[in-house]
């Protein structure tokens, strides 16, 4: 059964951190989510002035966040001393846990500085865990070319091709089992692969043109597309083609408390993060 789109959940531009301007569509207006994805940002400028003064250090506790660069260099900093550098093609996959304390600064003053950020959600029993991340450079993460031609990159979760293979992504084994895919059409080419229907999943057009379902269905660009049940999912791509990043996951359901960067289960819980960041207890709690 092929998945069919839901919920369009279009891309509002706002801004974040000390000025970055951003296209926010998960987490956007009304909060609008799929569990377990609590937010999704594109962030596309080839204007230093939206970007230059990046994210200053912030907190966070209770999730992940998953940064992928399309285009750009930003330098990662967080309380323990890590440093990591998020480039060209590469992804930072950070588990905030019982918390972080960590800046994102841009490390260009002209150019692009394309790609997305992703707050996923923890369960319950994982919110209070140490913090960790892992820095996954571009020639890191495998990728396949497909049948009739453009390609596929496997962030998470893994991909059966055309001949059998598995390709394992570099993120895999966590609660949620996520899947990410950034795929990349020819034009009018069509693409048709297996999602687990235990997962929500969710299409994001970045790039081109795409119709989306078993009567393919034009789908507009810089939403968050919400896949329907069903256990495949099928896109074509547009005369001009198509880049797109694919995302699914279980969800948890378990209730949802949020206050700006803090995402746990109970009111009592915000209030102990918040009271912990102003006690500087966030990262030792």
Known sequence: MIREITRVIPGVLTSDGAGVRLRRSLGGQDRQ????????????????????????????????????????????????????????????????????????????????MRGFQLWINLPAQEKMKPAGYRDIQDDAIPRTNLLGGGLLKVIAGEYRDSRGEIIRGPIHGLSTEPLFFDIHLEPQQSFTYSLPTTHNAFIYVYEGGLKVGSA??????????????????????????????VLAAKPLHEPIVQHGPFVMNTREEIEQAIDDYQNNRLTTT
Request: overall charge negative; cysteine-free; proline content about 7%.
């Open 33 to 112: 989510r799929l569990d377990p994805f609590l937010m999704l940002d594109e962030f596309s400028s080839n204007d230093p002035n939206d970007y230059v003064a990046g994210f200053p250090p912030h907190p966070h506790r209770g999730f992940e966040t998953v940064t992928y660069m399309l285009e750009g260099h930003m330098l990662h900093q967080d309380h323990l001393g890590n440093r990591g550098h998020l480039k060209t093609g590469g992804v930072q996959w950070m588990t905030a846990g019982r918390g972080i304390i960590h800046s994102e600064m841009p490390q260009q003053e002209s150019g692009a």
């Open 216 to 245: 393919p269905q034009a789908a507009p660009k810089q939403s968050a597309l919400i896949l329907g049940e069903g256990d495949q999912f099928s896109i074509v791509a547009s005369e001009q083609g198509a880049k797109a990043i």
